[in-house]
């Protein structure tokens, strides 16, 4: 199903890259991002919009995603945008 | 032969430190001993101070080499390796020796030399993204812009490599920031932040869960992975199965985790492990894995693995939990503390006889003991492994490349201690062999090591023979030659219809000469006289290429066929 997932992460060089790889490893598409900065720019969120098939996939990218250095928590949340509670 | 590192006087007193002398000077900080690199010209500046300095680098003649050399000191010890390489193909030919820390969870720290700053993204001469190029295949990386950021990105790295689940870190050193002056050094703040995740507490519950059930199972096992070698909690699971009484099945990577001799112990799992370790997977009714990531060469068929168990997986890496095997208790943990909590919790000491159970594995052993045909004629591959295996009373650290030699170094050397077997399991490595074993005689020099390794892969990293003479290292090479990429040609000959496409080589180097051209003392075994040359062979304390011509069709059993399940096994009698 179509899901958005959350990810807080620190606002450094490159670790944009590193989310995206895990989901083009994947063969996962970005059918949408949403991306700022905290206004310290210490930190940042991204929302991306993807399908994930499986149960078992979408736990295990959490994850992957949530063991990189620099992410600081992962979350799915609803596909709609104009809700935002996270789940886990 | 390591060098001291703290010379500093010899720097005149008005030179400044440079950013290389200060990355030398973190490195000894971290315990740093010794560094695997090869030079060019964006790592001049860093070279330089190796130079000043006198730091211990051990020149390699090809940057994977220097890469599979530090996993193989890394491996061996528990330490972190340290690599240094220039940009562009300096960089790129450390990539597959990245992969392969990556893979099998080994900590490293890889300093990339990088053009300077201001030519970043202008394809300057030996320029690449390697920032983006390693992103897949290591925990973290770094490009440092600012001298002053470099000691803190450098300890972040080596934590970051070594916490919680190892793995290879890339820090790339542009050559103005290797260059560039500290006087104005670290004013405390830095950009780098500093947060490595802690550890979370151990999950108590699930833990006494998995004592419950383990104490009502008829037919428990135990499978230990790399893990537990890596967390050190060796001697911890030996107590546990003790106590317990639990059999134990290894993977390729944990061989020495048991003793071979240790009656619970039932060898190595998987596509080539022992016909009881295979039968137990599919027979037992509880499975406590413990640090393994159930590889696919080892689960050959998640859907159909241990079928009739409840299981049990302890990981340092959440991302492990349900990744292949959905268990029933996960548990996210260091193996030694899980262990520990498990046999000091324990709310009955008495000890579980699973008499039946384990006289079934006994059975199992007996009635298909792991063997082969043997025939005076010819030098069988497996009789030169168990007699290495007699020659150093099982006790020497063990290196292969990657084949069918490997897995009949896992199937008839008699492990007996942790980080004994150095060996590419998660990559599969062809040329991991050679710089690897360099590495481990580096790391541990008062250890015999042998490498064992085939005539196809001492080919792709034949070049670190001149490391072996250079720094006169007591290491004992055995060729297994069967003229062929033998592992590629079983599968040819099982599930291609014995067509050999590509696998047979028409025509070989002379490996005898070509370790003489290096300065390696080398001899060919005959059929007749074997045994006694590599008596001889082990009798000296100095390297030697030994060459073995084994049968050229010797396949490697028991094995699962791709996709099936553990209980299927060919070639079993």
């Known amino acids: ?88 | 032969m390591l060098a001291e590192h703290n010379k500093k006087d010899q720097l005149k007193e008005d030179d400044l430190a440079t950013g290389s002398d200060v990355l030398l000077e973190t490195l000894g900080q971290q315990g740093v001993e010794l560094v695997f690199g090869y030079p060019g010209g964006a790592v001049l500046p860093l070279y330089d101070a190796v130079y000043r300095q006198s730091f211990d680098n051990i020149l390699v003649r090809h940057e994977q080499g220097a890469v599979h050399a530090a996993e193989g000191y890394a491996k061996a010890t528990g330490k972190i390796g340290v690599v240094f390489v220039t940009s562009g193909p300096g960089a790129t030919n450390a990539i597959t020796g990245i992969a392969d820390a990556m893979l099998d969870s080994i900590p490293l720290v890889v300093f990339t030399g990088q053009v300077g700053c201001a030519a970043i993204g202008k394809d300057a001469f030996q320029e690449v993204d390697i920032l983006s190029i390693t992103a897949p295949v290591t925990k973290q990386n770094y490009q440092v812009h600012d001298v002053k950021n470099l000691p803190k990105v450098i300890e972040e790295a080596f934590a970051v490599a070594v916490s919680g689940r190892s793995g290879p870190v890339v820090i790339d050193l542009p050559k103005n920031v290797a260059s560039d002056s500290t006087s104005d050094k670290d004013d405390g703040k830095t950009d780098a932040l500093y947060s490595i995740q802690q550890e979370e507490k151990l999950d108590e519950a699930m833990l006494s869960s998995i004592h419950e059930a383990l104490l009502q199972a008829k037919k428990p096992l135990v499978l230990a992975g790399g893990g537990v070698i890596a967390a050190d909690a060796v001697p911890e699971l030996r107590e546990f199965v003790h106590e317990f009484n639990f059999p134990v099945v290894s993977t390729l990577v944990s061989l020495g985790v048991l003793p071979a001799n240790d009656s619970l112990f039932l060898g190595m799992g998987g596509m080539h492990g022992t016909y009881q370790a295979n039968m137990a997977f599919y027979e037992c009714d509880f499975l406590l894995n413990i640090g393994s990531r159930f590889d696919d060469r080892l689960a050959t068929n998640a859907a159909e693995f241990a079928p009739n168990a409840r299981i049990a997986h302890i990981d340092i890496d959440e991302s492990e939990l349900g990744k292949v095997i959905t268990t029933e208790f996960p548990v996210r943990a260091d193996a030694r503390k899980a262990l520990d909590w498990l046999t000091s919790n324990a709310k009955t000491r008495t000890r579980q006889e699973h008499k039946e159970w384990l006289q079934q594995l006994t059975d199992w052993r007996q009635q298909h003991p792991q063997n082969y045909e043997t025939n005076e004629k010819q030098i069988k591959p497996q009789a030169v492994i168990e007699e290495v295996g007699r020659l150093t009373a099982g006790d020497a650290t063990i290196v292969t490349d990657v084949g069918q030699h490997q897995m009949w170094a896992a199937q008839y050397y008699p492990f007996k201690r942790p980080r004994q077997i150095i060996t590419s399991g998660g990559l599969g490595t062809m040329g991991f062999g050679l710089p690897a074993a360099i590495g481990a005689k580096l790391a541990v020099p008062e250890k015999e090591v042998v490498l064992f390794v085939g005539d196809g892969g001492i080919q792709m990293t034949v070049e670190e023979l001149d490391v072996i003479r250079e720094y006169k290292l007591n290491i004992k090479i055995i060729i297994l030659n069967n003229k062929a990429l033998g592992m590629v040609r079983q599968w040819q000959d099982l599930f291609y219809e014995k067509r050999r496409s590509q696998t047979i080589f028409s025509g070989q180097p002379n490996f005898i000469k070509l370790a003489h051209a290096y300065g390696i003392k080398s001899v060919k075994l005959s059929p007749k006289s074997w045994r006694k040359t590599l008596a001889d062979v082990f009798a000296k304390n100095e390297s030697a290429l030994v060459e073995a011509d084994i049968p050229e069709l010797e396949q490697v059993y028991p094995m699962i066929a791709p996709g099936q399940p553990n209980q299927v096994m060919l070639g079993v009698d």
Not at chain 1, 9 to 14: D, E, F, P, S, Y
Not at chain 1, 25 to 49: W, Y
């Open chain 1, 1 to 88: 199903m179509h899901e958005i997932i959350e990810c807080k992460m620190k606002n450094r060089v490159g670790v944009l890259n590193r989310l995206t790889g895990l989901l083009t490893r994947r063969n996962i598409n970005i059918e949408s991002a949403l991306i700022a900065s905290t206004p310290d720019n210490q930190l940042a969120v991204a929302k991306f919009r993807i399908y994930v098939a499986q149960a078992q996939e979408r736990e295990h990218l959490k994850r992957v995603i949530a063991k990189q250095i620099d992410v600081l928590s992962v979350n799915w949340c609803t596909d709609d945008f104009t809700k935002n509670s996270g789940t886990n």
